[in-house]
């Protein structure tokens, strides 16, 4: 059974839950750590609609929620045992099982967290997603990752972010190195990337 395929998440889902329950209150913490003030004011300041694509038991797309109070928020995940639970304990939460090449609505930011490096071409992905994406496109993945982790297909670069987005800028570029946090769940660095729709709003470009 591949690490990415569907029945491989559904068994991972009902026998690992608490410990996909805990990355993701990890990875909601080095996300919000991440993000700038400025980001942060800027995202909650306006009635937004939020999409967490590859949302798992939800408690990231629940934190999110709780970050920017004035969104919308959706969640997809094509794993009916995460979505199943994630829509009992998270009723705030918008949640969908879908697959993401089913999508058909679109949002004002489409986020994604420690779910593209699953995919051998993320690229193809991320070029899916923004068809959905008004505005901003946000992700959270491993940087620099050597060696892989088992489960990962793809390691991000630097120069991934160089690629050209289609009518997508990168305004933002920010990692940390989660190795020396309290209780960490990654041993390595993490990125925070967002990329804005042009013409679509002003916010501070921090790329470095």
Same mark, same amino acid.
């Given at each position: !059974?591949?690490?990415? &395929? $569907?029945?491989?998440?559904?068994?991972?889902?009902?026998?690992?839950?608490?410990? $996909?329950?805990?990355?993701?209150?990890?990875?909601? %913490?080095?996300?919000?750590?991440? @993000?700038?003030?400025?980001? %942060?004011?800027?995202?909650?300041?306006?009635?937004?609609?939020?999409? &967490?694509?590859?949302c798992g038991?939800?408690?990231?797309?629940?934190? #999110?929620?709780? @970050?920017?109070?004035n969104?919308?928020?959706?969640?997809?995940?094509?794993?009916? =045992?995460?979505? &199943?639970?994630? %829509? $009992? *304990?998270?009723? %705030?939460?918008?949640?969908?099982n879908? /697959?993401?090449? &089913?999508?058909t /609505?679109?949002?004002?930011? !489409?986020?994604?967290?420690? =779910?593209?490096?699953? +995919?051998?071409?993320?690229?193809?992905?991320?070029?899916?997603? @923004?068809? *959905? =994406?008004?505005?901003?496109?946000?992700?959270?993945?491993?940087?620099?990752?050597?060696? #892989?982790?088992?489960? *990962?297909?793809?390691? +991000?670069?630097?120069?991934?972010?160089?690629?050209?987005?289609?009518?997508?800028?990168?305004?933002?570029?920010?990692?940390?190195?989660?190795?020396? #946090?309290?209780? =960490? !769940?990654?041993?390595?660095?993490?990125?925070?990337?967002?990329?804005?729709?042009?013409?679509?709003?002003? !916010?501070?470009?921090?790329?470095?």
């Amino acid at each position: !059974m591949e690490s990415n &395929d $569907k029945k491989y998440w559904e068994k991972m889902y009902s026998i690992e839950k608490w410990m $996909k329950l805990a990355q993701g209150r990890f990875f909601s %913490k080095v996300f919000n750590q991440l @993000l700038s003030g400025d980001v %942060k004011a800027k995202l909650s300041n306006e009635n937004l609609s939020f999409c &967490d694509f590859g949302c798992g038991l939800g408690n990231f797309s629940d934190n #999110l929620r709780m @970050l920017f109070p004035n969104a919308d928020v959706s969640a997809i995940d094509y794993s009916e =045992t995460a979505i &199943d639970w994630a %829509k $009992k *304990h998270y009723p %705030k939460v918008h949640f969908k099982n879908m /697959d993401y090449r &089913d999508m058909t /609505d679109s949002y004002d930011v !489409m986020i994604t967290s420690n =779910t593209l490096e699953h +995919f051998s071409n993320p690229l193809e992905v991320i070029t899916k997603l @923004l068809q *959905h =994406t008004k505005r901003y496109f946000i992700m959270l993945v491993p940087f620099e990752e050597s060696p #892989l982790y088992w489960e *990962h297909l793809f390691s +991000f670069q630097k120069s991934f972010f160089d690629n050209q987005f289609e009518n997508f800028d990168l305004i933002y570029l920010r990692a940390l190195d989660c190795s020396g #946090l309290w209780n =960490t !769940m990654w041993l390595g660095k993490q990125v925070v990337a967002i990329l804005k729709r042009r013409e679509s709003g002003e !916010m501070s470009k921090c790329v470095g």
